[in-house]
């Protein structure tokens, strides 16, 4: 052993628990992290310490993404839609041996936990301006390998402001007419588009009362206007018809789900595909108001 810091490269095999020679190999290659020095390689402790706990957690989280599978729990996680409260239920009754968690944490912190092998599939409708795409410009961010990655639709959706009394257009309207605002989580794909949209209007977001209450679901911001914790906020259509608020349309978007290509061909996650183009999924749509099937259960692809 060089010191108690660097170790060579016979050192760094037994920790590793390979051979020289492929030590050799890795280091020349550029995936083991070591420096040459007067011809001899060293390696930093610290770093292949770290290397080992790396492998560790992937390893942890592989087999717990295994594990699930293997025992029919599928694991869900991103955006929120109140759609998939419905089809939750929908789905245990034709698929009874798969059993289905949900979290509502925002896209990105769904696809985040999809890349770090957390959830199966995560749920996303993030908006990117400067391609007009949705979740994809963002998997190029968020993933080493986009290419891994399926993205198959499950609708698109009307998302508006929401009120109690008159309608509400923009956020011109919201700072005029002294409203209070009721904001979603940073990371989730509605925050996105409220900044976005504020960016255009070039209104600074501590001018809007209510910037800074943060809700976690669409239709937590509905019961806020409902009980007149707040004046308006952003949210989807469905949500707004189910407690009859008042709806004034923003835009149409693309809600997709993200998965592994490994983990698209297994069977729970197929069962939920097939889930998604039945008949009874697509009743659920055209039963509440402001969905659009036009390629549900369909993979998509990035825009060009």
Known sequence: ?????????????????????????????????????TGKWLFLRKELD?????????TIRRFS?????????????????PL???????????????????????????????KNGCCHIALSHLYDVDTDDYNFPFISDIFNSPSDTVVINLFYRNVGFISRKS?????RDVLNSDLRFINRQQGSGIRVRVDLMLREEGINPQQIAGYGDEVYTHLDVAYHILNKMADTGIATESAARQLNLRFTRLFKERFDMVTFRDV????????????????TFSHILHSMSG????YTGKVVYAQH
């Open 167 to 171: 309608a509400v257009t923009s956020f």
């Open 264 to 279: 698209y061909f297994s069977e729970n996650v197929q069962s939920f595909i097939e889930f998604v183009r039945s008949e």
């Open 84 to 114: 998939m409260y419905a089809a939750k239920d929908l789905m245990h009754g034709i698929f009874p041996r798969v059993v289905l968690f949900t979290a509502c944490v925002g896209s990105l912190e769904g696809l985040r936990l999809l």
């Open 291 to 294: 969905y659009d099937n036009r």
């Open 50 to 58: 770290a290397l080992l706990h790396s492998r560790a957690l992937q």
């Open 1 to 37: 052993m060089e010191n108690n810091n660097y170790l060579s490269a016979k050192d760094a095999s037994l920790l590793l628990g390979i051979n020289e020679k492929k030590v050799y190999a890795l280091a020349q290659a550029g995936k083991l992290p070591g420096t040459k020095v």
């Open 65 to 81: 993404m295994e594990y699930g599978l293997q025992k029919n729990i599928l694991l869900i996680a991103g955006s929120d839609d």
